[in-house]
């Protein structure tokens, strides 16, 4: 059985987090310029920034990501917390790590008070 690990991808692992995005950007026909991805890339990293990541690893490697956000909602008092990107390599599937990404936003999303995942 695998081991699977779902955690903030960090700083130093752009190389990995970058066939994953890329994988993405593909599967949707989207291409942005590597100016955007640099963007990406540092939003999602900035404390100031209400984006973040979350990396699925199954025996240590990135297989998954998932970027989300918090946004004010003119619904609730709380945040909301939207899942924005979800993805997973094709050597990844078959695990659950769509589900356990999924999952640990939602812990994350319940940590935060944040109304809905979606």
């Known amino acids: 059985m695998p081991q699977i690990e779902i955690r903030p ?4 692992e752009r190389a990995a987090w970058e066939p994953l995005w890329q994988g993405y950007l593909v599967f949707y026909k989207a291409v942005l310029s590597p100016e955007q991805n640099d963007l990406t890339w540092k939003r999602l990293h900035d404390p100031a920034e209400p984006m973040h990541l979350l990396g699925a690893y199954v025996d240590g490697k990135l297989q998954g990501i998932v970027h989300y956000l918090f946004h004010r909602s003119t619904w609730t008092a709380g945040d909301y917390c939207y899942l924005q990107d979800l993805f997973v390599a094709d050597g990844g599937r078959n695990h659950g790590l769509g589900r356990a990404d999924r999952g640990g936003l939602r812990r994350r999303a319940r940590r935060a008070r944040a109304a ?3």
């Open 9 to 12: 991808v960090g700083q130093n």
């Open 116 to 118: 809905s995942t979606g």
